[in-house]
Structure formats: structure tokens, C-alpha cells
């Protein structure tokens, strides 16, 4: 005859036990989803510093074109060819 308090002890520690296996994995699928989530950040970050430097090295070299006489510099008329420029457009 088992009495009734070893019957209560086995029911608590199947429960405790259940209650830290569920808890095991839910650390573990929280770690992940977090892990997943730094990983998309850090790829949105690459892809929007790709695109800036893409866009400064587009820009530049529209610039440099436009600067003739390769002073570095734009003079009034070069910069006024330039405002007439349809590769300039798809930035404004």
C-alpha cells in the first residue's frame, strides 16, 4: 500500500520536472528568435551601408563628369549643366 503522500510527492515531481523541461525549452526558443532577430538587424545595417556608399559613388562620379576642367571644383556654368543633367533627376 502506498499512502497518500508519497502519492502527492511523485505527482509534484512530475509536474516540477514538466515544468522545467517546458522551461529549458523556452530559454532555448527565446535565445534563438533573439539571435535571429540581431542577425536581421545586422543585415539591414550591411545593406543600407551598401546602398549609401552605391549612392556617394554614383553621386561622385556625376560630379567628376560634370567638372571639365578637373579642378575639383564646380564653376557656375559647370554646375548649371549639371542641374541639366537627366541622371541628376533620378536623385532629386
Same mark, same amino acid.
Given at each position: 500500500? %502506498? &499512502?497518500?503522500?508519497? %502519492?502527492? =510527492? +511523485?505527482?509534484? !515531481?512530475?509536474? +516540477? &520536472? ?6 529549458? *525549452? /523556452?530559454? *532555448? +526558443?527565446?535565445? #534563438? ?9 545586422? @543585415?539591414?545595417? $550591411? *545593406? $543600407? @551601408?551598401? /546602398?549609401?556608399?552605391?549612392?556617394? &559613388? $554614383?553621386? /561622385?562620379?556625376? =560630379?567628376?563628369? /560634370? ?12 554646375? @548649371? #549643366?549639371? %542641374?541639366?543633367? @537627366?541622371?541628376?533627376?533620378? !536623385?532629386?
Amino acid at each position: 500500500d %502506498l &499512502s497518500w503522500i508519497w %502519492l502527492v =510527492f +511523485f505527482i509534484a !515531481y512530475i509536474a +516540477f &520536472s514538466q515544468f522545467a523541461v517546458l522551461n529549458v *525549452v /523556452t530559454g *532555448v +526558443f527565446c535565445q #534563438t528568435a533573439i539571435e535571429g532577430a540581431i542577425r536581421d538587424q545586422e @543585415e539591414v545595417m $550591411q *545593406v $543600407q @551601408e551598401d /546602398t549609401t556608399k552605391e549612392f556617394v &559613388s $554614383q553621386l /561622385t562620379e556625376l =560630379f567628376q563628369d /560634370t567638372d571639365v576642367d578637373q579642378s575639383g571644383e564646380l564653376t557656375i556654368d559647370e554646375f @548649371e #549643366t549639371l %542641374l541639366k543633367d @537627366e541622371r541628376l533627376k533620378k !536623385y532629386c
